[in-house]
């Protein structure tokens, strides 16, 4: 019996040994930049997906240079996670959506109508569907 309350002396002082412990612990915060950006859709009403829309664009105008292997252009915009790589980029809208940008490459800008859409498919936080 002695030797049983011994033992749980023993177990107590280790178990608050161990949680001691982990209180000291620092966890480590968060980093912020790993966090999802948070986007907010700026035109809720208007429905341009990737699905729907962004996807035939692409495939008309942009992965003969821009797709996946030995292409001419950087990246793969043959599918929403490779578009999304540079869609999401800083330099997309200047070589793709203002006036006079410079994509599809020695080509005219996309008409404007495309170009808006696309630049409210971003401003909608670029959806799949
Ligand atoms: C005739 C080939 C060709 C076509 C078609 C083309 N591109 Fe490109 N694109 C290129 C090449 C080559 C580069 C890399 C050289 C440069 O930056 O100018 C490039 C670069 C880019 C970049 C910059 C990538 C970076 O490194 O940040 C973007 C964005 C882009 N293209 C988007 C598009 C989109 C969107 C389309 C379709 C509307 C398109 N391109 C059509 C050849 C093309």
Not at 8 to 35: K, T
Not at 91 to 98: K, P, T
Request: net charge negative; proline share 7%.
């Amino acid at each position: 019996m002695r030797k049983t309350s011994y033992l749980l002396v023993i177990a107590a002082i280790m178990l608050l040994y161990g949680c001691n412990n982990e209180a000291d612990e620092v966890l480590p915060e968060e980093d912020p930049i790993q966090e999802e950006e948070d986007c907010t859709p700026q035109f809720p009403d208007m429905d341009v997906t990737y699905n729907n829309y962004v996807k035939g664009i692409m495939d008309q105008y942009c992965i003969s240079c821009h797709h996946a292997g030995n292409s001419t252009g950087p990246g793969d915009f043959s599918n929403y996670n490779g578009l999304l790589t540079y869609a999401e980029g800083s330099s997309f809208y200047a070589r793709v959506i203002q006036d006079g940008a410079d994509m599809p490459q020695g080509m005219a800008p996309l008409p404007k109508a495309i170009r808006d859409s696309l630049d409210v498919w971003i401003q909608n936080c670029a959806p799949l569907n």
